[in-house]
């Protein structure tokens, strides 16, 4: 299963893909804007832990983003529940080295379409650090909205920050996959 998106492709990770994901990932610059249970450094046993645990997950909930043949990111969708069931949330990341060359806009566009065309979600949304300039930038070319900005919610390596909300309804959503 691929979605294939303006010159990107976002497909389900494989194991042979951990030493790709375990580059990605052990980068103090991207552990610092996620949450604490993603581990720092971030080794080969890590990424095929991981993988092998988002495997199973039916529908695909996690993605490799890729560039031709080159893997620059991750990016995943986390289902809700209870009253919270008809949102969900993604998360994503960029290898350091593809920074600023657009790879977040565009795995948010195909990951929000491919949420709301397989999941009966009427709203996505994303928690970042309020200090992650570049990743709400993302969200905003993709079309999110900046909803609220929670003052001292989050700590992060013992420093307490505000976090942003931004979504966006799948009736105003833009992007959706032909």
Same mark, same amino acid.
């Given at each position: ?68 043949? #080159?893997?620059? *990111?991750? @990016?995943?969708?986390? $289902?809700?529940? =209870?009253?919270?069931? !008809? &949102?969900? +949330? /993604? ?48 969200? #905003?070319?993709? *079309?999110? @909205?900046?909803?609220? $900005?929670?003052? =001292?919610?989050?700590? !992060? &390596?013992? +420093? /307490? ?18």
């Amino acid at each position: 299963m691929e979605i294939i998106f303006e010159g990107i492709t976002l497909r389900p990770w494989l194991i042979e893909d951990a030493p790709a994901l375990a580059k990605l990932a052990n980068n103090k610059k991207i552990a610092d804007n996620i949450r604490d249970s993603f581990p720092y450094p971030y080794s080969l046993k890590d990424a095929r832990k991981w993988i092998r645990s988002v495997l199973p997950i039916l529908p695909h909930c996690n993605f490799a983003i890729l560039s031709g043949n #080159e893997i620059v *990111g991750n @990016i995943g969708l986390v $289902t809700k529940e =209870n009253i919270y069931r !008809k &949102n969900i +949330e /993604i998360g994503y990341c960029i290898s350091e080295q593809y920074w600023g060359r657009g790879f977040a806009t565009l795995g948010i566009k195909a990951i929000t379409s491919y949420a709301f065309n397989n999941f009966g979600v009427i709203r996505v949304y994303a928690e970042v650090f309020s200090d992650n300039i570049g990743s709400r930038r993302a969200l #905003e070319k993709a *079309g999110f @909205i900046h909803e609220a $900005t929670l003052k =001292n919610a989050i700590i !992060k &390596n013992d +420093e /307490i920050k505000d976090s942003c909300i931004y979504s966006v309804l799948k009736e105003n959503f833009k992007y959706f996959l032909t």
